[in-house]
């Protein structure tokens, strides 16, 4: 576990690390530039560079922190890779479970086996279930993602790297925008953030614009810093309005 500098989150706890490239969203993983950064540091956990890999020691780390916390679980990874036994994954429930005080965040790509997975499972209350909608190719597993009930349901829509088009947002409490950083980073175009932002107005749902990234508002490539997280000129860093809602 340690404290993030993800604007939507307070930690990251990673009891797996490691994970593969499915779909065009993943071509730039910062989590893979990372994992092999602190590969050649030698740092601990990742000897294996971004190869799947169970960290059974970290299990146990969210029972550590008494205050309140908001975890993105597996920031390094993807909780419901193909490799990650269910008898693992249920440890990690377990863990959940125990720490009411803490909120969850899970955010997967891999939308079918966390079905297969949910569906057979009673969700806990602190968990945060999400997918992944880099673009209208992907948006078919917010339809799985419907399914499971969950306290709160999210999207993240990150990174952006073309129009989403028509959202069908029921069900969903939180949708997550962003563009995509780092030296290869893909423009993400100001009229694709503001349609999911208009699409998250109407239907009631909260929104949550998380950075530019790379690439400017207005199409200037600089630092991710200096292009801020202004859409249309304000903020907008809404948090899931009604968990109680939730649980259909």
């Known amino acids: 576990m340690k404290y993030s500098k993800i604007e939507w989150t307070e930690a990251t706890w990673n009891p797996s690390t490691g994970c593969n490239k499915i779909t065009a969203g ?18 601990p956990g990742y000897e294996n560079g971004f190869e799947f890999t169970l960290m059974p020691d970290r299990l146990d780390m969210p029972l550590k922190i008494r205050k309140a916390t908001k975890f993105f679980v597996n920031s390094m990874s993807d909780l419901f890779h193909e490799k990650m036994p269910f008898a693992f994954l249920d440890s ?25 997975y949910c569906s057979s499972r009673s969700i806990p209350e602190n968990v945060w279930l ?101 859409l249309m000129g304000r903020e907008w860093n809404e948090e899931p309005r009604v968990e109680e809602e939730a649980m259909i």
């Open 26 to 43: 993943c071509k730039h993983c910062y989590a893979e530039t990372m994992a092999k950064r602190l590969q050649a540091m030698g740092a």
């Open 92 to 116: 990690v429930f377990e863990t959940i479970e125990k720490t009411p005080q803490h909120k969850y965040q899970i955010l997967t790509k891999r939308e079918q086996i966390m079905l297969d």
């Open 130 to 230: 999400g997918v992944t909608v880099e673009s209208a190719k992907t948006k078919h597993r917010i339809d799985f993602l419907r399914k499971i009930s969950a306290n709160i349901r999210f999207l993240s829509i990150e990174p952006l790297i073309d129009d989403v088009g028509e959202l069908d947002l029921s069900g969903i409490h939180w949708v997550i925008v962003g563009g995509e950083s780092g030296p290869k980073a893909r423009p993400m175009k100001p009229e694709w953030a503001a349609n999911v932002r208009d699409q998250c107005d109407e239907q009631g749902v909260a929104f949550f614009f998380k950075q530019w990234g790379t690439w400017g508002e207005d199409g200037v490539k600089r630092s991710k810093k200096t292009n801020g997280r202004n």
